[in-house]
T-cell receptor, first 113, second 116 residues
Framework: GDSVTQMEGPVTLSEEAFLTINCTYT??????LFWYVQYPGEGLQLLLK?????DKGSNKGFEATYRKETTSFHLEKGSVQVSDSAVYFC????????????FGKGTRLHILP | GAGVSQSPRYKVAKRGQDVALRCDPI?????LFWYQQALGQGPEFLTY????????KSGLPSDRFFAERPEGSVSTLKIQRTQQEDSAVYLC??????????????FGQGTRLTVV
């Protein structure tokens, strides 16, 4: 079945460092891809998404590009802030079937001041 | 309210007890999802409704789990004869159809169930 694999955490970086969180997927159809974020004490929020190959999703300085050839959707940010500390989930939705969203296990990010 | 509301926020149940978890989706949202999130893991899909129709229940882990949405709005997830492995955060999300294209799923804060 469809699945998402993302790098395990925790990831600890200093403020202003460059961030990459790797994500790869397996899908039988042509999925849409997402990054969700869960800040401490809050619910899951959509961070960004991409619906077709070579699309780049971006929000709050984060970016991810839909790479069909490598089945990847890596999350990047050029300069992280303490406020980016959270758990990040890569996810997919196979539009050909239903709206079910399948999540990776999550990557906890700690940013040190 | 403006968002997805879940109640209770916390529930402690004795092993063998039945529990009912409630989800109030965003008004007018057609689609409703339930997920189970174990500690340190990603959300695992349980079931999906479109209006009152349960279109996918492939993620329900056993016949002790039952979900309903009788009038196409509020949904209840019921767990019978709770076991310790049922301890998790149960998340509800709602959206308009088309999550993969032009809509967004909005998540509630979840119900943390602890079975003792």
């Amino acid at each position: 079945g469809d699945s998402v694999t993302q790098m395990e955490g925790p990831v600890t970086l200093s403020e202003e460092a460059f961030l990459t969180i790797n994500c790869t997927y397996t899908a039988t159809g042509y999925p849409s891809l997402f990054w969700y974020v869960q800040y401490p004490g809050e619910g899951l929020q959509l961070l960004l998404k991409a619906t077709k190959a070579d699309d780049k999703g971006s929000n709050k300085g984060f970016e991810a590009t839909y790479r069909k050839e490598t089945t990847s959707f890596h999350l990047e940010k050029g300069s992280v802030q303490v406020s980016d500390s959270a758990v990040y989930f890569c996810a997919l939705s196979d539009r050909g079937r239903d709206d079910k969203i399948i999540f990776g296990k999550g990557t906890r990010l700690h940013i040190l001041p | 309210g403006a968002g997805v509301s879940q109640s209770p926020r916390y529930k402690v149940a004795k092993r063998g007890q039945d529990v009912a978890l409630r989800c109030d989706p965003i008004s007018g949202h057609v689609s409703l999802f339930w997920y189970q999130q174990a500690l340190g893991q990603g959300p695992e899909f349980l079931t999906y409704f479109q209006n009152e129709a349960q279109l996918d229940k492939s993620g329900l882990p056993s016949d002790r789990f039952f979900a309903e949405r009788p009038e196409g709005s509020v949904s209840t997830l019921k767990i019978q004869r709770t076991q310790q492995e049922d301890s998790a955060v149960y998340l509800c999300a709602s959206s308009q159809p088309g999550v993969g294209t032009n809509t967004e799923a909005f998540f509630g804060q979840g119900t943390r169930l602890t079975v003792v």
